[in-house]
């Protein structure tokens, strides 16, 4: 997924070379991109319609299986009416979100379409969707589950609705682990320390004789997994991506000494990382524990069977954390269809339309009642410990000990956010001074809020 940008001047400063040339090229597609959306501040003109006709509807073309849940459901929602007829257009997920914000600039988007999480709010300051309060039912919005709910709000008012949320931990080879003579978290609750964690990393190693034995999540390649998967290491440590108090800025937050040191952790984990650039380290038991999300349970779970746990990230003093929020159904503001866009969007959230896709591709279900019905999630169910984490949602504030699942961060400038954080998590694996990473994306943070007169909405 490749993060999106407002509109921005290149901040007055001389950084690293690495950095200047990959955020300028990053900074220059991104203007081309957005500059027409930007300067229209005015909400589109779309209209609720009467409920019937041709809803265009796009997808990221993401896993097989999503695909093929979402074709089949589309080629049943229009066989089960004769009002409604949906056009599906699937766009490649590696460049989906530049093509939506292409067509956003042009005034060109579809009735409904999903996108990533965290990039509602920037879709949502420039008045590219809809508030859905009153195209759902309250039935509907209260069958939400609150970490999904939390995920789908902004200023108060209801913007998208979610069929599946995430989940993340360390996969477990149990055999490998119980081998070395690891102990390890079991139960949601308990968790590892980074030390703990770091210790039972050096056991597997010292038991197999290879030193490469930990999965870090890098085969899921570069974009936003890199804010996803790296991110609770700043929220484990007490920090986070941005101030939520305000959203002012990011500085004393995401380069606290706390947050420093948390990566300074990391980067001492190096030797033991397997670099898995074919994602197959941890299925052919290379790698003892796989740093990963809930996306990956099928095939862990098709390869090991019974030899496979699932356990909690790290704690790196403030609790074990893991992100929250996953792609999200929106209707465009520009839609002149909404009423019949909202009718396949209400079809899409009934249970058994929910239980497919979670079933397609593993992820929890973002409703109460499918989560209840799910064979994967609840109470000794394998993905178990997901559905508690999501259940300890930190919701909308600055995540504390007490909480578990946090949602990025709910600001229009999350897309500068994710950019920022990713070219410094790049340079802290690759052996960079965690300080010096951070502070340039505190910096590129600020100077982009700073230039947006801090995401006032017009």
Not at 15 to 26: D, N, S
Not at 282 to 298: C, I
Not at 332 to 354: C, G, H, I, P, R
Not at 449 to 458: A, L, V
Request: a negative charge.
């Amino acid at each position: 997924m490749s993060p999106t940008g407002e509109t921005r001047r290149t901040p007055n400063r001389t950084p690293r070379t690495r950095r200047r040339t990959t955020t300028a090229v990053a900074a220059a597609a991104a203007l081309a991109l957005t500059a027409g959306a930007c300067s229209s501040s005015g909400s589109e003109a779309g209209s609720a319609g009467d409920g019937t006709g041709k809803v265009t509807v796009w997808f990221h073309s993401g896993q097989g299986s999503e695909r093929e849940t979402l074709q089949r459901q589309v080629k049943e929602f229009n066989a089960s009416q004769k009002d409604v007829k949906v056009e599906l257009t699937l766009l490649p997920e590696g460049s989906y979100n530049d093509q939506v914000q292409a067509a956003s600039a042009a005034g060109d988007l579809p009735d409904l379409l999903d996108f990533d999480g965290p990039f509602l709010y920037n879709y949502v300051y420039k008045q590219k969707l809809t508030p859905l309060d009153d195209l759902v039912p309250d039935d509907v919005e209260k069958n939400l589950t609150e970490a999904s709910k939390a995920q789908g709000t902004y200023d108060g008012k209801l913007y998208s609705l979610a069929t599946f949320d995430s989940g993340m931990g360390i996969y477990g080879n149990k055999k490998m682990l119980d081998a070395a003579g690891v102990d390890y978290p079991e139960k949601p609750g308990g968790s590892w320390t980074a030390d703990e964690f770091a210790a039972a990393v050096k056991k597997v190693a010292a038991e197999t004789g290879r030193e490469k034995v930990l999965d870090l999540g890098l085969g899921n390649g570069k974009g936003e997994w890199f804010t996803y998967g790296y991110s609770p290491v700043i929220w484990s440590a007490g920090g986070d991506l941005i101030d939520r108090k305000d959203y002012a800025s990011a500085d004393g937050t995401l380069n606290s000494p706390k947050v420093v040191d948390a990566f300074r952790t990391v980067q001492g984990w190096k030797k033991n990382i397997d670099p898995d650039t074919d994602a197959s380290g941890f299925v052919e038991g290379r790698t003892a524990l796989s740093w990963n999300g809930h996306w990956q349970y099928p095939t862990f779970s098709e390869a090991l069977g019974d030899d496979l746990v699932v356990l909690p990230l790290p704690d790196f003093g403030n609790g074990t954390k893991t992100g929250q929020g996953s792609w999200n159904w929106g209707i465009t503001s520009s839609s002149d269809n909404q009423k019949a866009a909202a009718k396949f969007l209400l079809y899409l959230m009934q249970d058994e339309q929910v239980l497919a896709m979670s079933e397609a591709n593993g992820a929890p279900p973002a409703t109460s009642s499918a989560m209840e019905k799910s064979k994967l999630y609840g109470p000794g169910k394998p993905l178990e410990r997901f559905a508690a984490q999501l259940d300890a949602s930190c919701g909308t504030g600055q995540p504390t000990p007490d909480c578990i699942a946090v949602p990025r961060p709910l600001t229009p400038a999350y897309p500068v956010i994710t950019s920022a954080f990713q070219q410094a998590w790049e340079d802290i694996y690759d052996g960079g001074d965690p300080k010096a990473a951070l502070d340039d994306a505190v910096e590129e943070i600020d100077q982009d809020i700073e230039d947006n007169h801090g995401y006032e909405q017009p």
